[in-house]
């Protein structure tokens, strides 16, 4: 049987080809590849500045976060440093769009779990008072093109330290409103617990990343890990999972959220003044024989390999999606569940086909 | 002379019972919007008519001008029939519905028993449904739905018999009457079959936590899948007439029916009824849904051994 590519959970444009037994699945071949467009051999044809908003469409979910890498991948190709200003604005609209893109997961998640509409139209009014920081900021709501080489695009506007803090006294009761309603819920736990076992072993020779890995009880996160930006300035929990189960999975991601406003807490009350951008030039030439700077997403790790020789254009740009190993590993995980367990498994993953399909 | 007066008047009362029947459908699909709504923190239909109360009648003129789609390999005569086996016999269990001492069609003496044979012709409908489409989806739809429909009746009937042990009759007026003194809810053998009843409703009707045959996530509708215009409508009217039934027959069971004060008969159930109602809404847009073995297993290892105990119980205490 055919799931997708048209099919209310497959999240986008997957594919997957079920042999079943009933309701049981033998077999399960995802096939990817309806949202290829190429990004890849775009970059080879764009500056380097150019390339940044190409980077928003990888993981639409999170672009502030792809914008991110990519920027910290060519300023390590060029040895720039950014001002301390710029530093803490990057790390504050990446958590903040970690959050909005983590309410998207759970949302989905409860969606696909069959509780239809009401856990995602919370989890969408929350991540709307997000989206209406990031409007203020950059003038976007989805694709927000806002970090720049050596900086960002613009500096905070007046207020919005407020209203940023304002959202986190918003946001942390609305988690233990999530926690009520879904979290402890006897369906909830009965249709997610112990449903797609990931074991550690298995995650890692997988290279599954980001919440997914951590759910299995390995402590990697790149923000301790391999610190960039600031985020050794922080002070924050790392949420490990025990049995790698979906419920540990979404489990994960709520915690993640908690974390990340502690997070956006501490940086704005430490955000320093000064200059957002260093002044870099229009056309940037840099050589490299192969850069690989690699960054915390919502979805795991997410990595930009760049060579340059040297002209306005990279010579090769190759993008490492944490979506892509992710999926590799669900065939694994559903052999002989039964229809629902897949698409809770696939749920609690929550890949998303745009970095997929380059 | 007598039989044609006597035909008029039948045809007079069908005629109520159906306009009954549709706007009480249209009422409860509106509400549902409205509730979900408010619970999902939007405002639903705003536009037609005050709050939206007109909504649900320009949606059946846009349903009734839509073009009926059958699909080419569907087996026409069962794909055709399917509709009218889930709505005809929603229609049939409203002949005993007591709405007042004398608001019944015909208070039949096995009142209890017929809804209960009647109501189970709806599964051979949406099983016709999810066979005649000749499509995966719905075959799975359907498949799920007659398992789950079996399973559950067994716990609703022994709620059900609880209920007509006390009250000594099938007859739906004489449990009203019986109930005259305290609602049958207030003791506690009744309030636990009460509990068990409206879990077994809550499948019976499809509704969630318990809407595994229509499984939006995992089965892209179910058995409905292929229905489109007024075949899919009355699908909807359908469960919606059933989703009114259950909790009538809740009320008259549980409940005490019309029996209320200072109000007449008719507002008492009517607003018993549609509390209820609201209770399943309300459990509807808050659970997600269980999974098609975790079901069955509710069905079979809770809910029917508690029947059979409540069952033993109340045999024992009523003859003591």
Redesign the interface.
Known sequence: ?NMGPQ???THGVLSLELRLDG?IVKECTPHIGYLHRSIEKIAENRTYTQFIPYTDRLDYVASMNNNLGYVMAVEKMLNLEVSQRAQYIRVIVAELNRIASHLIAVGTF?????????PL??CF?EREKVIDIFDQICGNRLTYNYMRIGGVQFDFPEGISEKIKDFVKYMRPKVDDYDQ??TH?A??L??SKNIGVLPKELAISYSVTGPNLRASGVKWDLRKDEPYLVYDKFEFDIPVGENGDSWDRYKMRIEEIRQSLRIVEQAIDALPQGEPTVKVGRILKPSSSGTYFRTENPRGELGFYIVGDGSAYPYRLKIRAPSFSNLAVIPELVKGS????L?CVFGSFDVLMGEIDR | MLSILHFIWMLIIGLIVLSFLAGSAMFLIWLERKVSAHIQSRLGPMRVGWHGILQSIADTIKLLLKEDIRPVKADKLIWWLAPFFVVVPSVMAFVVIPFGKTLIVKDLNVGILYIMAISSVGVIGIFMAGWGSNNKYSLLGGMRSAAQIISYEIPLILSIIIVVMHANSLSMQKIVAAQSGYWYIFYPNMALAFVVYIISATAEVNRTPFDIPEAESELAAGFHTEYSGMKFAMFFVGEYTNVFIVSAIATTLFFGGWHGYIFPPIVWFLGKTYSIVFILMWAKWTFPRVRVDQLMGFAWKVLTPISLVNLAITGWLLLK
């Open positions: 049987m099919h209310p959970s309701e409860a969606q696909d779990l069959g509780a239809f509409a009401t139209f919370y009014r309603l879904l819920n369906i909830f009965a249709r039964k229809i629902a367990d698409v």
